[in-house]
T-cell receptor, first 117, second 112 residues
Framework: GAGVSQSPRYKVAKRGQDVALRCDPI?????LFWYQQALGQGPEFLTY????????KSGLPSDRFFAERPEGSVSTLKIQRTQQEDSAVYLC???????????????FGPGTRLTVL | AQSVTQLDSHVSVSEGTPVLLRCNYS??????LFWYVQHPNKGLQLLLK??????LVKGINGFEAEFKKSETSFHLTKPSAHMSDAAEYFC??????????FGKGTTLSVSS
C-alpha cells in the first residue's frame, strides 16, 4: 500500500520567505509527527498530532514554525520568515495511534529538503 | 529524560564479516527501543523494535539486537554484512509513547 508521502521533495527559499511543507500520512493513521534533521544529525522531534488535535508542539524551535492538520489527515508545516538555520530535512511520520502508544510504530516519509539562501 | 548514545559515528566492515553497531540508552523506566536505517535519499525504515516481550529481537534483512538492562545497551548485530547494508543507522528510544528520541547515527560502510 501507499506509504507516507511528502511534497515538495526539495525546496529552495530566500531568507525571509515563507514556506509550506505538506505531509500525506498513511490512510487511517491517527497519529502524525514532524521531525527536523540537520545535516549529519539524527532527526529531532518538532510536533505531534492525534487526529486534528496538536497534542505536543514542544519541539518547534520558534514561533515562526506552525503546523496544522485541520481534517485529521493531511498536515502542513509552515515556516515564516525563513532563516539560514532553518535549512534541514523535514520528516513526517505517521502511526496507527495504538492504545499502547509505546508500541506504536512510526512510518516515515522521504522528507523535504529545505535550503534557505 | 530519555536519551540514546551511539558509540561509533562510523563503522567500516568487509562484505561477509560481522556487523556490530553499539547503542547505550538512558531511561528512568522501561523503554521502548528501535533501530531505524536510512539509505541515501530514502526515508527512514524500521529495522526492529524492543517492546519488552523478548530481550533478543530479530529484525529485517538478518539484523538483530539484544536488550541488556544491566548494561543499558541495545547493540545491533548482523552475522554477515552485504554491500546493500551500507547506510546510516539510528538507535531510537520512545519518549512517553509519542516523540522518538534519535541518536546521532552510525554510518556503516561495507567494502568488497
Amino acid at each position: 500500500g501507499a506509504g507516507v508521502s511528502q511534497s515538495p521533495r526539495y525546496k529552495v527559499a530566500k531568507r525571509g520567505q515563507d514556506v509550506a511543507l505538506r505531509c500525506d500520512p498513511i490512510s487511517g493513521h491517527v497519529s502524525l509527527f514532524w521531525y527536523q534533521q540537520a545535516l549529519g544529525q539524527g532527526p529531532e522531534f518538532l510536533t505531534y498530532f492525534q487526529n486534528e488535535a496538536q497534542l505536543d508542539k514542544s519541539g518547534l524551535p520558534s514561533d515562526r514554525f506552525f503546523a496544522e492538520r485541520p481534517e485529521g489527515s493531511v498536515s502542513t508545516l509552515k515556516i515564516q520568515r525563513t532563516q539560514q538555520e532553518d535549512s534541514a530535512v523535514y520528516l513526517c511520520a505517521s502511526s496507527l495511534g495504538s492504545r499502547d502508544s509505546a508500541l506504536d510504530t512510526q512510518y516515515f516519509g522521504p522528507g523535504t529538503r529545505l535550503t534557505v539562501l | 529524560a530519555q536519551s540514546v548514545t551511539q558509540l561509533d559515528s562510523h563503522v567500516s566492515v568487509s562484505e561477509g564479516t560481522p556487523v556490530l553497531l553499539r547503542c547505550n540508552y538512558s531511561s528512568s523506566y522501561s523503554p521502548s527501543l528501535f533501530w531505524y536505517v536510512q539509505h541515501p535519499n530514502k526515508g527512514l525504515q524500521l529495522l526492529l523494535k524492543y517492546t519488552s516481550a523478548a530481550t533478543l529481537v530479530k529484525g529485517i534483512n538478518g539484523f538483530e539486537a539484544e536488550f541488556k538492562k544491566s548494561e543499558t545497551s541495545f547493540h545491533l548485530t548482523k552475522p554477515s554484512a552485504h554491500m546493500s547494508d551500507a547506510a546510516e543507522y539510528f538507535c531510537v528510544v520512545n519518549q512517553a509513547g509519542t516523540a522518538l528520541i534519535f541518536g546521532k547515527g552510525t554510518t556503516l560502510s561495507v567494502s568488497s
